[in-house]
């Protein structure tokens, strides 16, 4: 949890960077100190533009089939912002797994609250995978229309207030070190500013945020114990790259992750696309009546059937079993997602592959087709 806080921290507090001034930089903060002192409203996305797994796995159909799943992954919403009320409205559309999940946060003041209809899109996801959760129309409809106020001591078990005045104090210091940045990091091409957030970047800024954390005692909580370790296992590389259109304000950002090939997983590099887009849909953000708000203990009980530790252990162990059999045979990939595996094996070489590592690969992937899908794949080996 701490790791998310901190995290959350950091990527926040660059877009919320005080500037004034013409210079690529200048322009670059000033854009970001408008967003916070005026009223705005920004559609906003997210996909997953690139996913290159390592060398090993490749050629894993296993893997082949999550990277597809992963990169079919979209988000889309707007996020708005009332300066005069201190509030914001985030609201996001997550297309995952043929689902489509709503996800909203409302905060006015130090209050945050978390709409609970992304409950039914959980419920069928995990009713994929024969999960036990919830999937009745009486317990679904307690969660309608319902929020649960994360500010509350009893949801995150923190206190709000000294998160906020946290978060007040290390945004002055990362808006300090980025006044320090040289100008020669921003530039501009016709009336794009563009600014390139590193790995170093990052590490400078958390350990600015465990020093403020360990500075008073009412911080002590944020600290985190396990920091050089945290450090350690961030991605070999990291970087951020911000492309600002000054004319339009569409802001669009590149994260991409590159792994270390000692790492325990099957992905070496992933890249990430974010846009922010100004709109007019400007409206008044109206907070959770109290009627429509619940509390974390309300929705334990109506949960609690299905979350009980002795059953927890039993869907997992349902759960392999459930796997294990798909990848037996009795998984069918689908055809978006089976177009999507054809067109990545053509673009690899396999012309040094004898008969009998073709064959082994075709035996890998047979469990995952169909009869016909199968058939493609095996023309793709023997035209290679």
Do not use: W
């Not at 050629?59 to 009320?85: C, R, W």
């Not at 082994?360 to 058939?375: A, G, S, V």
């Amino acid at each position: 949890m701490k790791k998310i806080k901190l995290a959350l921290l950091i990527i926040l507090s660059v877009i919320i960077l005080a500037g004034c001034g013409k210079s690529a930089k200048e322009e670059f903060f000033d854009y970001t100190k408008k967003n916070v002192t005026e009223n705005s409203s920004n559609d906003i996305s997210m996909t997953i533009k690139d996913i290159k797994l390592t060398a090993d796995m490749k050629d894993s159909p296993e893997a082949n089939v999550m990277v597809t799943q992963l990169k079919d992954i979209k988000v889309t919403g707007s996020m708005q912002h009332d300066v005069s009320e201190k509030a914001t409205n985030t609201k996001l559309n997550i297309e995952a797994l043929g689902q489509k999940i709503p996800l909203e946060f409302i905060s006015k003041n130090d209050d945050m609250y978390f709409s609970l209809d992304i409950f039914r899109g959980i419920s069928k996801i995990a009713s994929q995978f024969n999960s036990e959760l919830p999937s009745d129309e009486k317990t679904l409809s307690t969660f309608d229309g319902k929020y649960l106020k994360l500010s509350d001591a009893d949801t995150l078990e923190i206190d709000s207030k000294s998160a906020t005045n946290l978060t007040k104090e290390f945004q002055k210091e990362v808006s300090n070190y980025f006044t320090s940045l040289d100008e020669e990091r921003f530039t501009k091409e016709n009336d794009v500013v563009t600014f390139k957030l590193t790995k170093k970047d990052v590490v400078v800024l958390a350990e600015k945020f465990n020093t403020l954390s360990k500075s008073k005692k009412e911080y002590k909580e944020f600290v985190i114990p396990d920091f050089d370790e945290m450090i350690k296992n961030l991605p070999k590389a990291l970087d951020a790259k911000f492309n600002l259109n000054t004319k339009t304000n569409d802001l669009a950002v590149a994260l991409t992750s590159t792994f270390d090939k000692k790492d325990e997983g099957f992905i070496d590099l992933i890249e990430v696309l974010y846009n922010y887009k100004p709109n007019d849909k400007q409206v008044a953000i109206k907070l959770p009546a109290k009627k429509e708000i619940v509390n974390v203990k309300e929705i334990e009980a109506i949960l609690a059937p299905y979350l009980s530790d002795e059953l927890d252990e039993e869907l997992d162990e349902e759960l392999d079993e459930e796997l294990d059999e798909e990848l037996d045979g009795d998984f069918n990939m689908a055809d978006d997602e089976f177009k999507e595996l054809v067109k990545e094996l053509e673009k690899e070489d396999f012309s040094s592959f004898s008969a009998a590592e073709s064959d082994e690969l075709l035996e890998e992937y047979e469990p995952l087709l169909t009869e016909k899908q199968y058939k493609t794949i095996e023309k793709i080996f023997k035209n290679k």
